[in-house]
């Protein structure tokens, strides 16, 4: 059976949150029909050992800390398909939203979640007042820069 996603998940020192992770991910409807790319920056926890034991997860290495950017970009060069999921290591996004992502995507070339949509205080969204205020002043300048409407960059 092809893949019909990838889930990409770039990984620092995520050892504690990493078997919670890939249970919620392996519970998902469709997860058979899924491949898990993890990149993991050079941890020191042990992160990278626990995922190379795992055989549904592919594990990219880098030999250093490359920062979250190059993770990203060595996962997508590592995707298979052409749709892929980009998710954090430490449970911030729920992954039982991959699939209702992937269906949008049927409809649209990208699609964005948002922790912030609807959410108009920093308590509702459960973040510090100066997380929430930083991410609203950065999505505002990204959308008035490239004609965006993103809630949460």
Not at 125 to 138: D, Y
């Amino acid at each position: 059976m092809d893949a019909q996603a990838d889930i990409i998940v770039p990984v620092y020192n995520e050892r504690d949150s990493l078997p919670s992770l890939l249970a919620r991910l392996r519970a998902l409807p469709d997860f058979p029909r899924y491949r898990l790319i993890c990149v993991d920056n050079a941890s020191s926890d042990g992160s990278a050992d626990y995922l190379a034991a795992q055989p549904d997860v592919t594990l990219v290495r880098h030999p250093r800390n490359m920062g979250y950017g190059a993770s990203l970009r060595s996962g997508m060069q590592a995707a298979q398909t052409e749709r892929f999921v980009l998710i954090d290591a430490d449970g911030e996004y729920p992954p039982e939203c991959i699939p209702a992502l992937l269906a949008a995507l049927d409809e649209h070339s990208v699609v964005y979640a948002s922790r912030l949509l609807g959410k108009l205080s920093p308590e509702a969204a459960g973040m510090t007042p100066l997380k929430w205020w930083g991410n609203r002043i950065i999505s505002q300048a990204y959308n008035l820069l490239f004609g965006q409407r993103t809630t949460d960059l």
